[in-house]
Protein backbone atom coordinates (compact mmCIF):
# COMPACT_ATOMS: atom_id res chain seq x y z
CA UNK A 1 0.00 0.00 0.00
CA UNK A 2 2.55 2.60 0.83
CA UNK A 3 4.35 1.94 -2.42
CA UNK A 4 1.42 3.21 -4.57
CA UNK A 5 1.32 6.68 -4.77
CA UNK A 6 -2.27 7.86 -4.48
CA UNK A 7 -2.79 4.86 -1.04
CA UNK A 8 0.14 6.37 0.98
CA UNK A 9 -1.56 8.19 3.32
CA UNK A 10 -4.57 5.11 4.04
CA UNK A 11 -1.04 2.45 4.15
CA UNK A 12 -1.56 1.67 7.60
CA UNK A 13 -5.35 2.72 8.08
CA UNK A 14 -6.99 -0.51 7.62
CA UNK A 15 -9.37 1.02 5.13
CA UNK A 16 -7.61 0.51 1.56
CA UNK A 17 -9.59 -1.27 -0.73
CA UNK A 18 -11.60 1.65 -2.07
CA UNK A 19 -8.34 3.54 -2.99
CA UNK A 20 -6.58 0.43 -4.58
CA UNK A 21 -10.01 -0.02 -6.15
CA UNK A 22 -9.34 3.59 -7.85
CA UNK A 23 -5.64 3.34 -8.54
CA UNK A 24 -3.80 3.23 -11.95
CA UNK A 25 -2.18 0.16 -13.04
CA UNK A 26 0.53 2.21 -13.16
CA UNK A 27 0.72 3.18 -9.74
CA UNK A 28 0.05 -0.43 -8.64
CA UNK A 29 2.71 -1.89 -11.04
CA UNK A 30 5.26 0.69 -9.32
CA UNK A 31 3.85 -0.08 -5.87
CA UNK A 32 4.47 -3.68 -6.35
CA UNK A 33 7.65 -3.60 -8.38
CA UNK A 34 9.40 -1.45 -5.31
CA UNK A 35 7.92 -3.74 -2.69
CA UNK A 36 9.36 -6.94 -4.44
CA UNK A 37 13.08 -5.19 -4.85
CA UNK A 38 12.70 -3.71 -1.39
CA UNK A 39 13.22 -7.69 0.35
CA UNK A 40 15.68 -10.17 0.66
CA UNK A 41 13.63 -13.03 0.52
CA UNK A 42 13.57 -15.25 -1.95
CA UNK A 43 9.91 -15.56 -2.24
CA UNK A 44 8.55 -12.40 -0.96
CA UNK A 45 4.87 -12.01 -2.20
CA UNK A 46 3.21 -14.59 -0.20
CA UNK A 47 -0.61 -14.14 0.91
CA UNK A 48 -0.73 -13.63 5.14
CA UNK A 49 -3.94 -14.91 6.51
CA UNK A 50 -5.74 -12.62 7.89
CA UNK A 51 -8.86 -14.31 9.94
CA UNK A 52 -12.23 -15.15 9.29
CA UNK A 53 -13.15 -11.98 7.12
CA UNK A 54 -10.03 -11.26 5.58
CA UNK A 55 -8.95 -11.68 1.85
CA UNK A 56 -7.09 -14.93 3.10
CA UNK A 57 -9.21 -16.02 5.86
CA UNK A 58 -7.63 -19.64 6.29
CA UNK A 59 -5.19 -22.39 4.30
CA UNK A 60 -6.22 -23.11 0.76
CA UNK A 61 -6.39 -26.51 1.76
CA UNK A 62 -8.41 -26.13 4.78
CA UNK A 63 -10.91 -23.61 2.99
CA UNK A 64 -11.59 -26.49 0.28
CA UNK A 65 -11.93 -29.39 2.50
CA UNK A 66 -14.88 -27.02 4.31
CA UNK A 67 -16.45 -26.51 1.20
CA UNK A 68 -15.82 -22.76 1.52
CA UNK A 69 -14.41 -21.51 -2.35
CA UNK A 70 -16.54 -20.17 -5.04
CA UNK A 71 -18.52 -22.53 -7.34
CA UNK A 72 -17.39 -21.42 -10.52
CA UNK A 73 -16.23 -22.96 -13.76
CA UNK A 74 -12.51 -22.56 -14.56
CA UNK A 75 -9.21 -23.87 -16.52
CA UNK A 76 -5.85 -24.12 -14.49
CA UNK A 77 -3.08 -25.56 -16.37
CA UNK A 78 0.71 -25.89 -15.24
CA UNK A 79 3.80 -25.89 -16.26
CA UNK A 80 6.86 -27.75 -15.23
CA UNK A 81 9.30 -26.58 -13.07
CA UNK A 82 7.64 -22.95 -13.07
CA UNK A 83 8.51 -22.56 -9.65
CA UNK A 84 12.75 -22.46 -10.31
CA UNK A 85 14.04 -19.34 -7.90
CA UNK A 86 16.56 -18.97 -11.03
CA UNK A 87 13.66 -18.12 -13.14
CA UNK A 88 13.48 -13.44 -13.30
CA UNK A 89 10.03 -12.39 -13.59
CA UNK A 90 8.75 -9.30 -15.77
CA UNK A 91 5.31 -8.10 -14.72
CA UNK A 92 2.94 -7.01 -17.39
CA UNK A 93 -0.26 -4.82 -16.61
CA UNK A 94 -2.46 -3.20 -19.24
CA UNK A 95 -3.42 0.02 -18.64
CA UNK A 96 -7.12 0.93 -17.39
CA UNK A 97 -9.22 4.34 -17.83
Known amino acids: MAGVP ?4 LAQSGD ?3 CLKLANSTE ?11 TTELYAFDPTLDGPDGL ?3 L ?8 NFARLPFIAGTNLDEG ?8 TFAERD
Open 6 to 9: SCKS
Open 16 to 18: TYE
Open 28 to 38: IRSGLLNALSS
Open 56 to 58: YPD
Open 60 to 67: ASLSLSKG
Open 84 to 91: QPSVTVNF
